[in-house]
T-cell receptor, first 112, second 114 residues
Framework: GDSVTQMEGPVTLSEEAFLTINCTYTATGYPSLFWYVQYPGEGLQLLLKATKADDKGSNKGFEATYRKETTSFHLEKGSVQVSDSAVYFCALMKTSGSRLTFGEGTQLTVNP | DVKVTQSSRYLVKRTGEKVFLECVQDMDHENMFWYRQDPGLGLRLIYFSYDVKMKEKGDIPEGYSVSREKKERFSLILESASTNQTSMYLC?????????????FGQGTRLTVV
């Protein structure tokens, strides 16, 4: 079945450091890929998405590129802020349905 | 502003109780979902619904049931709560589409079964 694997966490960085959170997936066909973020005490909210190979999703300084050859969708940000501290989830959605399959989540803590 | 509202933020229930978790969305979405969130396991789909009175099992339906009598409301039912159902429960909704669309999430209900 479909699955999403994220890098093991948690991740702790200093402010202004470069962030990469790895995400790889297993799925048949051509899924759409998402990154969701969960701030403390809140539900998930969409951070960015990409619907086809080589698409780049971007939002709030975060970017991720849909790499079909490596089945990956790694999340990057050039300079993190304390306010980016949250749990980040990679997810996929098959084109034939609307359910999301999530990775394990990665806790990011950014220290001043 | 789109909104998915879960009736409780925190619940404490006793083993064996019947528990109802309620979710309401105001976006006229066709699809609604219940997930549970556990550390190290991410979100796992319990049940989902594509239409009123329709329901489909997700990946971990055992011990749960659902009800969708109205389009805006999707209820998760724990028939006889057990301690291994202590978790964070998240409701989500999304519009029907043949393309990938964003799902909107509620704030979650943290359920503790004692």
């Amino acid at each position: 079945g479909d699955s999403v694997t994220q890098m093991e966490g948690p991740v702790t960085l200093s402010e202004e450091a470069f962030l990469t959170i790895n995400c790889t997936y297993t799925a048949t066909g051509y899924p759409s890929l998402f990154w969701y973020v969960q701030y403390p005490g809140e539900g998930l909210q969409l951070l960015l998405k990409a619907t086809k190979a080589d698409d780049k999703g971007s939002n709030k300084g975060f970017e991720a590129t849909y790499r079909k050859e490596t089945t990956s969708f790694h999340l990057e940000k050039g300079s993190v802020q304390v306010s980016d501290s949250a749990v980040y989830f990679c997810a996929l959605m098959k084109t034939s349905g609307s359910r999301l399959t999530f990775g394990e989540g990665t806790q990011l803590t950014v220290n001043p | 502003d789109v909104k998915v509202t879960q009736s409780s933020r925190y619940l404490v229930k006793r083993t064996g109780e019947k528990v109802f978790l309620e979710c309401v969305q105001d976006m006229d979405h066709e699809n609604m979902f219940w997930y549970r969130q556990d550390p190290g396991l991410g979100l796992r789909l319990i049940y989902f619904s594509y239409d009123v009175k329709m329901k489909e099992k997700g990946d971990i339906p055992e011990g749960y049931s659902v009800s969708r009598e109205k389009k805006e409301r999707f209820s998760l039912i724990l028939e006889s709560a057990s301690t291994n159902q202590t978790s964070m429960y998240l409701c989500a909704s999304s519009p029907a589409s043949n393309r990938a669309t964003e799902a909107f999430f509620g704030q979650g209900t943290r359920l503790t079964v004692v």
